[in-house]
């Protein structure tokens, strides 16, 4: 059987028969791929030698790309995350949907409290995102041109459970994702940098937010009012009126996972006269911020108000010399599920608002281990313009 398939450029191809398997055949720009029987790929145009048809590239910037007005140190407070961080002081404290065999409600919750050690990598990505568009985004007649510009580093992070003797165990946690500084608003100027993380329990997150610039004491200071506040207590809400002792396994632990933002006031360390830091609070509730879940967890877990605080500290010597570089964080969102003890939401597919809301918990200290350099890409260099 001989296929012709017409590919983006609109010229026919010919293909020779093919005896074990029919070819599949797909184009992307100028670049089509032909898999025969031999299990191997055949392109039609060699991709080291391609070239642009004429007339291509007709806009306003040359063939050669165009260099923006930023660089590396243009990322602000993302500028110190990049290296690798390692820390061995996390805790994570999350409630998870159990079933236990009973008369009448069979869905209760099983408390999971871990230890854990985490690594993160920071990256930059070595250009200016460019998001083009219009004044006022008037998409008829607008006065001019106003353009969104984006600077960012990505991260790899993977966290290991710990055992009560310090043994690292089992992968407990893997992430991908970006952080991102607005570093020109285009219409948007609600936030000045944002995290876009993705979950392999099948969520995507997005959250915004700001940063500030505070000393080691007014670090201390906030972590202690968050605290007093219970922001990030781990205590579940929307419960309704529940059975006496319905939330012991949060109080007979013999730590104290009600609070766990207690732990990094503890491991905040001694030098908090020395240090300074960039902090940065995001969150899913403002605008622009979303968690977007596959259909299995969304309907049995359903994810809202993600919440974060991290805090990048550095220590200085008397000289103003970095002595070391600290990552503190606490973060939050609420997992739904199970009804609440109301008579009215007593019912199978009741309504998020008859669900309990399970705060899903996590702090850590990480130490940086390794500094990202800038090699032959100077953190001077200008960087290059991505539309």
């Given at each position: 059987i001989?296929?012709?398939?017409?590919?983006?450029?609109?010229?026919?191809?010919?293909?020779?028969?093919?005896?074990?398997?029919?070819?599949?055949?797909?184009?992307?720009?100028?670049?089509a791929?032909?898999?025969?029987?031999?299990?191997?790929?055949?392109?039609?145009?060699?991709?080291?030698?391609?070239?642009?048809?004429?007339?291509?590239?007709?806009?306003?910037?040359?063939?050669?790309?165009?260099?923006?007005?930023y660089?590396?140190?243009s990322?602000?407070?993302?500028?110190?995350l990049?290296?690798?961080?390692?820390?061995?002081?996390?805790?994570?404290?999350?409630?998870?949907?159990?079933?236990?065999?009973?008369?009448?409600?069979?869905?209760?919750?099983?408390?999971?409290?871990?230890?854990?050690?985490?690594?993160?990598?920071?990256?930059?990505?070595?250009?200016?995102?460019?998001?083009?568009?219009?004044?006022?985004?008037n998409?008829?007649?607008?006065?001019?041109?106003?353009?969104?510009?984006?600077?960012?580093?990505?991260?790899?992070?993977h966290?290991?459970?710990?055992?009560?003797?310090?043994?690292?165990?089992?992968?407990?946690?893997?992430?991908?994702?970006?952080?991102l500084?607005?570093?020109?608003?285009?219409?948007?100027?609600?936030?000045?940098?944002?995290?876009?993380?993705?979950?392999?329990?099948?969520?995507?997150?997005?959250?915004?937010?700001?940063?500030?610039?505070?000393?080691?004491?007014?670090?201390?200071?906030?972590?202690?009012a968050?605290?007093?506040?219970?922001?990030?207590?781990?205590?579940?809400?929307?419960?309704?009126?529940?059975?006496?002792?319905?939330?012991?396994?949060?109080?007979?632990?013999?730590?104290?996972?009600?609070?766990?933002?207690?732990?990094?006031?503890?491991?905040i360390?001694?030098?908090?006269?020395?240090?300074?830091?960039?902090?940065?609070?995001?969150?899913?509730?403002?605008?622009?911020?979303?968690?977007?879940?596959l259909?299995?967890?969304?309907?049995?877990?359903?994810?809202?108000?993600?919440?974060?605080?991290?805090?990048?500290?550095?220590?200085?010597?008397?000289?103003?010399?970095?002595?070391?570089?600290?990552l503190q964080?606490?973060?939050?969102?609420?997992?739904?599920?199970?009804?609440?003890?109301?008579?009215?939401?007593?019912?199978?597919?009741?309504?998020?608002?008859?669900?309990?809301?399970?705060?899903?918990?996590?702090?850590?200290?990480?130490?940086?281990?390794?500094?990202?350099?800038?090699?032959?890409?100077?953190?001077?260099?200008?960087?290059p313009?991505?539309?």
């Amino acid at each position: 059987i001989w296929s012709k398939v017409e590919t983006s450029r609109g010229r026919l191809h010919a293909f020779p028969p093919m005896t074990l398997q029919p070819t599949l055949l797909y184009g992307v720009g100028l670049l089509a791929v032909a898999w025969g029987n031999s299990g191997t790929p055949g392109f039609l145009q060699d991709p080291s030698t391609a070239r642009p048809q004429p007339g291509m590239l007709q806009d306003d910037m040359s063939s050669a790309g165009q260099l923006s007005d930023y660089s590396l140190g243009s990322l602000g407070p993302l500028f110190q995350l990049l290296g690798t961080w390692k820390g061995s002081m996390g805790l994570n404290v999350v409630a998870l949907p159990q079933y236990v065999p009973s008369v009448g409600a069979t869905a209760d919750f099983v408390l999971v409290t871990q230890n854990y050690t985490e690594t993160i990598t920071f990256r930059p990505i070595l250009g200016a995102v460019l998001n083009r568009g219009y004044e006022d985004a008037n998409q008829y007649d607008p006065s001019g041109q106003l353009n969104q510009t984006l600077l960012g580093v990505t991260y790899t992070l993977h966290i290991h459970q710990v055992s009560s003797d310090g043994k690292v165990g089992q992968l407990i946690h893997a992430e991908n994702g970006q952080w991102l500084h607005q570093a020109a608003d285009g219409i948007d100027t609600n936030w000045t940098v944002g995290r876009m993380a993705m979950i392999p329990h099948g969520s995507a997150v997005i959250a915004v937010g700001r940063s500030t610039t505070k000393s080691g004491a007014q670090v201390k200071e906030t972590m202690e009012a968050l605290l007093e506040s219970g922001a990030y207590s781990s205590l579940p809400q929307n419960l309704g009126i529940a059975p006496f002792g319905y939330t012991d396994p949060y109080l007979n632990s013999g730590h104290d996972i009600e609070h766990p933002i207690r732990l990094l006031i503890d491991d905040i360390g001694p030098d908090v006269m020395s240090m300074e830091a960039a902090q940065m609070d995001i969150t899913t509730s403002g605008s622009g911020g979303s968690i977007s879940m596959l259909p299995n967890p969304r309907a049995q877990v359903f994810n809202e108000a993600f919440n974060a605080s991290f805090w990048v500290e550095t220590v200085k010597d008397s000289r103003g010399r970095t002595r070391y570089q600290q990552l503190q964080y606490v973060q939050s969102v609420f997992m739904d599920f199970k009804v609440k003890f109301v008579p009215d939401c007593q019912a199978r597919n009741a309504d998020l608002d008859c669900l309990i809301k399970w705060p899903h918990v996590q702090v850590n200290t990480l130490r940086k281990v390794k500094e990202f350099g800038c090699g032959r890409h100077r953190c001077s260099d200008k960087l290059p313009e991505i539309r």
